[in-house]
Protein backbone atom coordinates (compact mmCIF):
# COMPACT_ATOMS: atom_id res chain seq x y z
CA UNK A 1 0.00 0.00 0.00
CA UNK A 2 1.13 3.37 -0.67
CA UNK A 3 -0.07 6.49 1.00
CA UNK A 4 0.76 10.08 -0.07
CA UNK A 5 0.65 13.08 3.39
CA UNK A 6 1.18 16.62 2.89
CA UNK A 7 2.39 19.50 4.54
CA UNK A 8 1.91 23.08 4.02
CA UNK A 9 4.58 25.57 4.88
CA UNK A 10 4.39 28.41 6.91
CA UNK A 11 2.00 31.09 5.89
CA UNK A 12 0.05 34.24 7.50
CA UNK A 13 3.49 35.47 9.40
CA UNK A 14 4.01 32.66 11.01
CA UNK A 15 7.71 31.07 11.07
CA UNK A 16 6.56 27.27 10.91
CA UNK A 17 3.80 25.24 9.77
CA UNK A 18 2.88 22.32 12.26
CA UNK A 19 1.14 20.56 9.62
CA UNK A 20 4.46 20.34 7.85
CA UNK A 21 6.82 19.66 11.31
CA UNK A 22 4.49 16.78 11.87
CA UNK A 23 4.67 15.18 8.79
CA UNK A 24 8.02 15.64 8.68
CA UNK A 25 8.03 13.42 11.37
CA UNK A 26 5.81 10.55 10.49
CA UNK A 27 7.84 7.23 9.32
CA UNK A 28 8.58 6.21 6.34
CA UNK A 29 6.43 2.75 6.78
CA UNK A 30 3.10 2.47 8.86
CA UNK A 31 2.04 -1.13 9.90
CA UNK A 32 -1.30 -2.07 11.68
CA UNK A 33 -3.46 -5.41 12.40
CA UNK A 34 -6.48 -5.74 10.72
CA UNK A 35 -8.86 -9.24 11.37
CA UNK A 36 -5.67 -10.95 11.79
CA UNK A 37 -3.77 -9.80 8.37
CA UNK A 38 -0.67 -7.25 8.69
CA UNK A 39 -1.49 -4.22 5.94
CA UNK A 40 1.95 -2.08 5.53
CA UNK A 41 1.90 1.03 3.80
CA UNK A 42 4.67 3.09 2.47
CA UNK A 43 4.50 6.80 3.09
CA UNK A 44 5.26 9.62 0.55
CA UNK A 45 6.01 13.38 2.08
CA UNK A 46 5.10 16.38 0.16
CA UNK A 47 6.24 19.47 1.60
CA UNK A 48 3.16 22.51 -0.37
CA UNK A 49 3.48 26.05 -0.87
CA UNK A 50 0.66 27.63 0.16
CA UNK A 51 -0.27 29.35 -3.03
CA UNK A 52 -3.66 28.98 -4.70
CA UNK A 53 -3.88 26.65 -7.51
CA UNK A 54 0.68 26.05 -7.55
CA UNK A 55 -0.09 23.83 -3.70
CA UNK A 56 -2.63 21.44 -5.38
CA UNK A 57 -0.92 21.49 -8.93
CA UNK A 58 2.24 19.98 -6.91
CA UNK A 59 -0.11 17.61 -4.98
CA UNK A 60 -1.64 16.36 -7.72
CA UNK A 61 1.17 15.70 -10.05
CA UNK A 62 2.79 13.70 -7.19
CA UNK A 63 -0.71 11.61 -7.30
CA UNK A 64 -0.67 11.00 -11.03
CA UNK A 65 2.55 9.92 -10.78
CA UNK A 66 2.99 7.92 -7.62
CA UNK A 67 -0.66 5.97 -8.01
CA UNK A 68 -1.14 5.85 -4.34
CA UNK A 69 -3.76 4.01 -2.38
CA UNK A 70 -4.89 7.22 0.46
CA UNK A 71 -3.84 10.75 0.19
CA UNK A 72 -3.99 12.52 3.12
CA UNK A 73 -3.26 16.67 3.15
CA UNK A 74 -2.67 18.53 6.77
CA UNK A 75 -2.75 22.57 6.99
CA UNK A 76 -3.06 24.30 10.08
CA UNK A 77 -6.12 25.60 11.70
CA UNK A 78 -4.92 28.42 14.37
CA UNK A 79 -7.61 28.82 16.78
CA UNK A 80 -8.97 25.24 16.91
CA UNK A 81 -8.22 22.87 20.11
CA UNK A 82 -8.01 19.41 18.25
CA UNK A 83 -7.30 17.83 14.91
CA UNK A 84 -10.34 18.26 12.36
CA UNK A 85 -10.24 15.56 9.62
CA UNK A 86 -12.46 17.86 7.03
CA UNK A 87 -15.84 16.56 5.73
CA UNK A 88 -16.11 18.33 2.53
CA UNK A 89 -14.55 20.89 0.17
CA UNK A 90 -16.72 23.12 -1.59
CA UNK A 91 -16.03 24.80 -5.10
CA UNK A 92 -15.52 28.24 -4.00
CA UNK A 93 -12.24 30.86 -3.20
CA UNK A 94 -12.38 33.96 -0.90
CA UNK A 95 -9.46 34.82 0.58
CA UNK A 96 -8.93 37.01 3.55
CA UNK A 97 -5.45 37.52 3.41
CA UNK A 98 -2.42 36.94 0.41
CA UNK A 99 -0.96 33.99 -0.05
CA UNK A 100 2.87 33.50 -0.06
CA UNK A 101 2.45 34.45 -3.66
CA UNK A 102 0.36 37.39 -3.31
CA UNK A 103 -2.69 36.09 -4.57
CA UNK A 104 -5.95 36.89 -3.38
CA UNK A 105 -8.72 34.98 -5.29
CA UNK A 106 -11.91 36.67 -4.03
CA UNK A 107 -15.81 35.16 -4.22
CA UNK A 108 -14.79 32.72 -7.13
CA UNK A 109 -15.11 29.29 -7.95
CA UNK A 110 -12.60 26.85 -7.74
CA UNK A 111 -13.38 24.60 -11.16
CA UNK A 112 -16.51 26.11 -13.70
CA UNK A 113 -16.64 22.64 -13.96
CA UNK A 114 -16.76 21.29 -11.20
CA UNK A 115 -19.73 20.44 -8.31
CA UNK A 116 -20.84 22.70 -5.96
CA UNK A 117 -18.59 20.09 -3.83
CA UNK A 118 -17.12 16.85 -2.89
CA UNK A 119 -16.79 14.88 0.12
CA UNK A 120 -13.73 13.65 1.23
CA UNK A 121 -13.31 9.60 0.47
CA UNK A 122 -11.36 9.51 3.87
CA UNK A 123 -13.46 7.86 6.69
CA UNK A 124 -13.43 10.91 8.53
CA UNK A 125 -15.77 9.86 11.68
CA UNK A 126 -13.93 6.82 11.95
CA UNK A 127 -10.48 9.09 12.19
CA UNK A 128 -12.13 11.57 14.91
CA UNK A 129 -13.02 8.16 16.76
CA UNK A 130 -9.88 7.03 16.92
CA UNK A 131 -8.04 10.43 18.03
CA UNK A 132 -10.25 10.44 21.26
CA UNK A 133 -9.68 6.71 21.92
CA UNK A 134 -5.97 7.48 21.80
CA UNK A 135 -6.73 10.89 24.13
CA UNK A 136 -6.22 13.10 21.44
CA UNK A 137 -8.02 15.94 21.01
CA UNK A 138 -10.52 15.91 17.70
CA UNK A 139 -13.60 16.11 16.10
CA UNK A 140 -14.65 16.04 12.44
CA UNK A 141 -14.70 19.63 10.93
CA UNK A 142 -17.78 20.55 8.21
CA UNK A 143 -15.71 23.45 6.81
CA UNK A 144 -12.35 23.58 5.56
CA UNK A 145 -13.02 28.12 5.11
CA UNK A 146 -11.94 29.21 1.69
CA UNK A 147 -8.34 29.36 1.87
CA UNK A 148 -5.94 27.21 0.19
CA UNK A 149 -6.52 24.36 2.65
CA UNK A 150 -9.97 24.05 0.60
CA UNK A 151 -8.44 24.82 -2.83
CA UNK A 152 -6.38 21.40 -2.01
CA UNK A 153 -9.17 19.68 -0.64
CA UNK A 154 -11.76 20.39 -3.51
CA UNK A 155 -8.71 19.95 -6.07
CA UNK A 156 -8.08 16.88 -4.65
CA UNK A 157 -11.36 15.42 -4.71
CA UNK A 158 -12.30 16.86 -7.90
CA UNK A 159 -9.38 15.16 -9.86
CA UNK A 160 -9.90 11.79 -7.87
CA UNK A 161 -13.39 11.64 -9.11
CA UNK A 162 -12.91 13.10 -12.81
CA UNK A 163 -10.08 10.92 -13.71
CA UNK A 164 -11.33 8.27 -11.96
CA UNK A 165 -8.42 7.55 -9.77
CA UNK A 166 -8.95 4.87 -7.20
CA UNK A 167 -7.56 6.35 -4.06
CA UNK A 168 -9.38 7.75 -1.17
CA UNK A 169 -8.16 11.23 -0.04
CA UNK A 170 -9.24 13.93 2.57
CA UNK A 171 -7.70 16.87 4.63
CA UNK A 172 -6.75 17.26 8.04
CA UNK A 173 -6.76 20.50 10.04
CA UNK A 174 -4.10 20.89 12.96
CA UNK A 175 -4.05 23.35 15.45
CA UNK A 176 -1.44 25.96 16.56
CA UNK A 177 2.13 23.84 18.00
CA UNK A 178 2.46 24.80 21.44
CA UNK A 179 5.52 26.77 20.56
CA UNK A 180 3.32 29.12 18.19
CA UNK A 181 0.96 30.53 21.12
CA UNK A 182 3.88 31.52 23.60
CA UNK A 183 2.81 34.31 25.37
CA UNK A 184 -0.83 34.46 23.66
CA UNK A 185 -3.06 33.23 26.68
CA UNK A 186 -6.15 31.59 25.77
CA UNK A 187 -5.61 30.37 22.36
CA UNK A 188 -4.44 26.39 22.04
CA UNK A 189 -2.32 24.34 20.95
CA UNK A 190 -0.92 20.88 20.96
CA UNK A 191 2.19 19.20 20.98
CA UNK A 192 3.80 18.37 17.77
CA UNK A 193 4.65 15.09 18.63
CA UNK A 194 0.90 14.54 19.46
CA UNK A 195 0.07 15.42 15.99
CA UNK A 196 1.71 12.95 14.84
CA UNK A 197 0.66 10.30 17.22
CA UNK A 198 -2.63 11.72 15.94
CA UNK A 199 -1.82 11.73 12.25
CA UNK A 200 -0.78 7.68 12.57
CA UNK A 201 -3.99 6.95 14.46
CA UNK A 202 -5.86 8.19 11.54
CA UNK A 203 -3.85 7.11 8.46
CA UNK A 204 -4.07 3.46 10.41
CA UNK A 205 -8.31 4.06 9.71
CA UNK A 206 -7.53 4.75 6.65
CA UNK A 207 -5.44 1.91 5.69
CA UNK A 208 -7.95 -0.95 7.02
CA UNK A 209 -10.76 1.16 5.15
CA UNK A 210 -8.79 0.79 1.96
CA UNK A 211 -8.13 -2.40 2.45
CA UNK A 212 -11.88 -3.63 2.67
CA UNK A 213 -12.85 -1.22 -0.03
CA UNK A 214 -10.25 -3.07 -1.84
CA UNK A 215 -11.58 -7.09 -0.93
CA UNK A 216 -15.19 -5.96 -1.57
CA UNK A 217 -14.17 -4.60 -5.09
CA UNK A 218 -12.50 -8.48 -5.70
CA UNK A 219 -15.90 -9.82 -4.54
Not at 102 to 115: A, H, K, L, S, V
Request: charged share 25%.
Amino acid sequence: MKIVVTGFQPFGGETMNPALEAVKRLPDQLTVDSDGKKLQADLIKVEVPVVFYEGPALVLDTVRRQRPDIVLCVGQAGGRKGITPEFVGINYMDARIADNKGNTPQDQPIREDGDKAYFATLPVKQMAAALKEDGIEGSVSYSAGTFVCNDLLYELLYTLDKEQIPAIGGFVHVPFADQQTEGKEGVPSMPIDTMVRGLMDMLKVCMIRRADRTESVKE
